[in-house]
């Protein structure tokens, strides 16, 4: 008998989109990009493959990402997406339309959340369950959710970086602010911009970060070697750059990210700031990967923060764990459709 798979959860990240059926784990985890002919307004490809393509096609091919700041920007687009990675994940054999879990961030509208939705249920789900994404990361991160105990988490991504204190199953004090990984990129390619006069693409930016970047000064540093365009012969050229460059590069795009940890913590009744206090500050997401981020966290705010385990996978985790034990996860995370 075939394996029919009735539940599935997904995060729908502005970087990338993973997805996790229970019981075989996270199955895909490809860029969210999509390839799109301008011509006859096609879609030619989507993940991975559509990443390859960014900064590198004709015309009248468009890579681009449907998801801004982690929410849908272009709809149409993204319900392709949707279906595509849910397909890729099910197999083709399968004929019973899953049940759906998709993360969002914690400052989501009611109408990004509709638009979320009615995507998902386009896209093949027979239900869909919207939940915000620094619930489903401390699930994923196995922070016991229900206890009357405060909990922070500072999820980092693409697009947002959402910062809430958990407690008894709800979120009490939260706030999302529109920087995250892909802002750290743009500085990065800012200040090669306008320290060696050279142009460089997202995905070099991107790869400089992971390489050598560091949210604070390191005495061992690490060098790189940048190739760009040269902006004013327009000719190729290599440079290199240092691990602490970086550090000056994306001050303060971290720094708004601390400002967000902050006001959050401000926020916080006393007696949950003692609980934080004791338990630290979770981190997960891909971003939250930057070398030392939970020490500079440490530093700016006098709380320790620990980097999860498996940071990138905590919210599709997360979905996982909400999906097989639905019942249990049902009150803090109605808002289905």
């Known amino acids: 008998m075939a394996f029919f798979v009735r539940k599935i959860g997904i995060d729908l990240g502005t970087a990338n989109t993973l997805v996790f059926i229970p019981g075989k784990g996270v199955v895909l985890n490809e860029p969210s990009v999509v390839a799109v002919?301008?011509?006859?307004?096609?879609?030619?490809?989507?993940?991975?493959?559509?990443?390859?393509?960014?900064?590198?096609?004709?015309?009248?091919?468009?890579?681009?990402?449907?998801?801004?700041?982690?929410?849908i920007a272009d709809y149409r687009v993204t319900e392709a997406m949707i279906r595509y990675y849910m397909g890729k994940?099910?197999?083709?054999?399968?004929?019973?339309?899953?049940?759906?879990?998709?993360?969002?961030?914690?400052?989501?509208?009611?109408?990004?959340?509709?638009?979320?939705?009615?995507?998902?249920?386009k896209a093949g789900a027979k239900n869909v369950y919207v939940v915000k994404e620094p619930i489903l990361?401390?699930?994923?991160?196995?922070?016991?959710?229900?206890?009357?105990?405060?909990?922070?988490?500072?999820?980092?991504?693409?697009?947002?970086?959402?910062?809430?204190v958990i407690s008894?199953?709800?979120?009490?004090?939260?706030?999302?602010?529109?920087?995250?990984?892909?802002?750290?990129?743009?500085?990065?390619?800012?200040?090669?911009?306008?320290?060696?006069?050279?142009?460089?693409?997202?995905?070099?930016?991107e790869e400089v970060k992971v390489r050598i970047g560091s949210a604070v000064a390191i005495d061992d540093e690490l060098v790189i070697a940048i190739k760009g365009r040269d902006y004013v012969t327009g000719l190729p050229r290599t440079a290199q750059i240092s691990t602490n460059e970086i550090v000056k590069a994306i001050d303060r795009e971290l720094r708004e990210i601390i400002r967000a940890i902050k006001d959050v913590l401000q926020e916080t009744p006393p007696e949950l700031s003692a609980d934080i206090i004791d338990q630290g500050i979770i981190m997960t997401g891909g971003s939250s990967q930057l070398r030392n981020l939970p020490d500079l966290v440490e530093r700016r705010t006098g709380v320790k923060a620990v980097l999860a385990e498996d940071a990138l996978y905590c919210v599709v985790k997360g979905t996982g764990i909400a999906l097989e034990h639905l019942d249990t996860y049902k009150k803090s995370i109605l808002a289905k459709k």
């Open 37 to 71: 002919n301008q011509q006859d307004n096609r879609i030619m490809a989507v993940g991975l493959e559509a990443k390859q393509m960014i900064g590198r096609t004709p015309d009248n091919i468009i890579a681009y990402r449907p998801m801004k700041d982690g929410v």
């Open 137 to 164: 990361a401390a699930i994923g991160a196995g922070i016991p959710i229900y206890e009357a105990r405060g909990h922070m988490v500072v999820d980092i991504g693409g697009g947002t970086t959402d910062v809430a």
């Open 89 to 121: 994940a099910l197999g083709k054999w399968n004929i019973l339309k899953p049940e759906v879990m998709v993360s969002v961030p914690a400052g989501v509208s009611s109408t990004e959340r509709r638009a979320v939705i009615e995507a998902t249920i």
């Open 168 to 205: 008894l199953g709800g979120i009490v004090a939260s706030t999302s602010v529109k920087c995250a990984g892909n802002k750290i990129d743009h500085a990065i390619a800012d200040y090669i911009k306008k320290t060696f006069n050279l142009a460089i693409g997202d995905r070099t930016a």
